[in-house]
């Protein structure tokens, strides 16, 4: 049993296999948070303190017997005494803000509870247990569900949030975050993943002091300026000790995370959709879901912490049939041929590929309505015959008839004004009456919180996808929202309509994979926009940085490894130079980046030189002889590319630590340098091993606490990567 109450002490506390979480319900039956951390047996209820405070406020039952802004809350919310950040804040029919929820009863059950419309982490019946907690102000109107399920063997902790209109008038929730989390006491620092358009992810860690800091999006997006995601560590953690909390929040839309340091050195972490702009309305008896947000602990580190998402976002957040599949090593047309392609030139573009071992190609922006470049044409998810020269059904099965796969850009969400489907539902898209909307890439978003839109959109892609035979969707989003209108409200509000809008696009998603169960997607938003758990639910993986430069890359893929597994970082190999930042690397070290994600290459393979497609031909050979380790092994950063000069390494080893894959990258070019030396991780220290190709045998100690040097390699960005196998 790994949740449990204890009726003697009034406290829920939840297991996993190296953690613990426990709540209390106390006085007044006010829900408070006693801890999470490690392990830990027995009543912590002996930790709260009852103090009383100037200026601070007290429950009304109680006289001066003890001050609210000084109490470790489960949920903290606007009204109940409490200054700090709220979790969730509402309004009655009158507009009076605030309410004061408190216990009303509990329920435990076996298995984990599932969220409507919204993904969430699932499990087996006998992998989770799931915890309720009802609080209510009947008064204000409010009941509120405090959804906790625990995945004991990945220590994930979920929690998500439902709020009932329980008055005979409407209420509107103007904030409801999925969980927050109260820290007692202890130095803490903040670690999360900042970053920009061609440079998300790029990992920072901050300490956490007096005061806020929070970060987020209202962009309609994840965004590719800050991720759902967060890690709170202990000042002392690092990679490989120390406790650290992450948060992975299960969504895909405006996001707030909020860190908050107060007067009394409690540490106050609380996250989910943004409260900037949102009001969400509730009729009677109506509910309002927040998204999942996951928990994970690690008293081991940064790395351990890391491994266990992967785990989570790999077996308990991606589905379809490629969860585990090898996913095949294709070409994309993008980077290959831009706008400019027919049936014939991609037909020859497969036939290259094809030649080198490549097993699918996606055809990417360009192939549908008016669309001859980025002003054009969205909307209108027809196959442009003209520009193809033929039906797209032809052109399919050709690329298949070399023993290839065919795969379809789509990007759902948007409309040019030059479409038809623009001239025909100019209401559709999100202007606001009267106004000139801003433009994103020429582009406007369509409203896809009305079912006739996703239904518009989604039967035309059907159809093109029921008329050839397509296998893989890559679906892009290329600018975020702005000018907020929906038609079909009758009171406005942007954030619950960007809301309702993320809902429509999950729906979307549901009903392809539902229609389409074999189908590989790939998810992307104008590179890593939407790099988020919420999206990982449909898509098993996602275009990670429209950069394709392999150098910074290095930095991308290190930043979102921290949360986001191998298998989800579409990477690919391009040409050199490269074309968005112009660097010069040589061919291997890009493989050597791309093949640390989900491979393929987005050229055109036969403009390749005759030697690089024998190195290609060996580059596939490689991926898939790694495939397995890369995708199921164990992740370890072994430097950080943001700090160390002169190389980056990271490594992939099989959790039986029969072997691993070394990767080392220079990040210059060095005459009569010094030795650098790689300390191996997750090696048996008592095992021997060898290099794959080398007589030598090494012991894991030696490898792991010694270390092994590396060769000198003349010239830049040079690649070492090998292959480490248990005698
Ligand atoms: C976005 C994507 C690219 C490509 C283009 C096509 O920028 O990230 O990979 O698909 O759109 O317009």
């Known amino acids: 049993m790994s949740v449990f109450y204890d009726e003697n002490a009034n406290t829920f506390t939840l297991n996993t296999d190296n953690s613990t979480y426990q709540i209390l319900i106390g006085r007044y039956g006010i829900l408070l948070h006693l801890y999470y951390g490690e392990k830990t047996a027995g009543d912590l209820s002996y930790l709260m303190t009852y103090n009383v405070r100037g200026f601070s406020l007290n429950p009304y039952e109680t006289g001066r017997e003890f001050s609210l802004d000084t109490m470790p809350f489960e949920y903290p919310h606007y009204g109940n005494g409490d200054y700090r950040h709220a979790s969730f804040n509402m309004k009655n029919a009158d507009g009076v803000y605030g309410c004061d929820l408190r216990y009303k009863s509990h329920r435990i059950t076996k298995g984990k509870y599932a969220i409507p419309k919204l993904p969430a982490v699932y499990a087996g019946e006998n992998e989770a247990e799931t915890l309720e907690i009802v609080l209510a102000d009947e008064a204000a109107g409010a009941e509120v569900t405090l959804k906790y399920a625990t995945l004991d063997k990945l220590d994930v902790i979920t929690k998500a949030v439902s709020v009932k209109n329980i008055a005979d008038k409407e209420i509107t929730v103007t904030k409801a975050y999925s969980g927050a989390l109260d820290v007692m006491y202890g130095d803490y620092d903040a670690v999360y993943l900042p970053g920009r358009s061609t440079g998300e992810r790029h990992v920072k860690r901050v300490p956490v002091s007096p005061g806020s800091f929070s970060f987020g999006s209202v962009r309609g997006n994840s965004s590719h300026q800050y991720n759902p995601f967060m890690i709170l560590a202990d000042r002392e953690a690092t990679e490989d000790k120390g406790s650290c909390i992450g948060m992975a929040l299960l969504y895909s839309g405006n996001f707030k995370c909020e860190v908050e340091y107060d007067q009394y050195r409690k540490t106050r972490v609380s996250m989910g959709v943004n409260g900037e702009l949102f009001e969400y309305a509730l009729k009677p008896g ?12 690690s008293g081991e580190g940064l790395t351990v912490l890391s491994q266990r998402a992967h785990k989570l976002i790999r077996g308990h957040i991606c589905r379809g049939a490629y969860r585990d599949a090898m996913r095949p090593v294709l070409v994309n047309s993008w980077e290959a041929t831009y706008f400019d392609f027919n049936g014939e030139k991609l037909v020859k573009l497969a036939k290259d590929a094809a030649e080198l071992g490549i097993e699918t190609l996606v055809l990417d922006d360009g192939w549908f309505g008016n669309r ?44 040019s004004e030059d479409s038809d489907l623009y001239r025909t539902h100019p209401d559709w898209a999100f202007t606001i009456p009267g106004r000139k909307p801003k433009m994103g890439r020429n582009q406007l978003v369509l409203d896809f919180s009305r079912k006739e839109v996703v239904d518009c959109v989604f039967d035309q892609i059907a159809a093109v996808m029921d008329a050839a035979n397509v296998e893989y969707i890559k679906m892009d989003m290329n600018r975020c929202l702005m000018d907020i209108y929906s038609a079909a409200e009758t009171r406005q509000n942007a954030g619950a309509t960007m809301y309702k809008h993320v809902l429509g696009v999950y729906d979307f998603l549901e009903r392809l994979l539902g229609r389409y169960p074999n189908l590989l997607f790939e998810s992307c938003n104008g590179g890593g926009g939407r790099f988020d758990a919420g999206i990982l639910y449909y898509s098993p993986q996602i ?71 024998e190195q290609v031909k060996q580059q596939i050979k490689d991926y898939k002889k790694y495939w397995s380790l890369i995708h199921r092994g164990l992740y370890f ?78 010239g830049e960005y040079q690649t070492w990567q090998i292959h480490i196998i248990q005698k």
């Open 286 to 297: 109506e509910v309002f879901d927040t998204p999942e947000l996951a928990y994970i602990y």
């Open 372 to 415: 001859t470049g980025d002003a054009t044409g969205l909307g209108d998810w027809y196959v442009n015959e003209e520009k193809m020269g033929e039906p797209l059904s032809a052109t399919v099965k050709k690329i298949n008839s070399l023993g290839m796969k065919f795969g379809l850009w789509i990007e759902p969400e948007m409309v």
């Open 543 to 613: 275009w990670c940085s429209d950069n394709t430069d392999a150098i910074e890359r290095i930095k991308i893929q290190h930043g979102t490894s921290f949360c986001y597994p191998s298998s989800t970082m579409g990477a690919h190999v391009t040409v050199s130079p490269n074309h968005q930042i112009g660097r010069s690397t040589p061919l291997k070290t890009r493989a050597a980046v791309a093949m640390s994600g989900t491979f393929g290459y987005e050229l055109d393979p036969g403009k390749l030189p005759d030697a690089e497609k």
């Open 637 to 714: 950063r072994l430097t950080n590319p943001n700090e160390n000069p002169d190389f980056a390494a990271w490594e992939f080893a099989s959790e039986d630590k029969k072997e691993a894959l070394l990767n080392f990258v220079t990040l210059d070019a060095w005459c009569n340098p010094p030795v650098f030396y790689v300390k191996v991780k997750g090696l048996d220290p008592d095992a021997a091993y060898y290099i794959e190709g080398k007589e030598k045998t090494y012991t894991g100690s030696a490898l792991m606490n010694a270390g092994i040097p590396a060769p000198y390699m003349k």
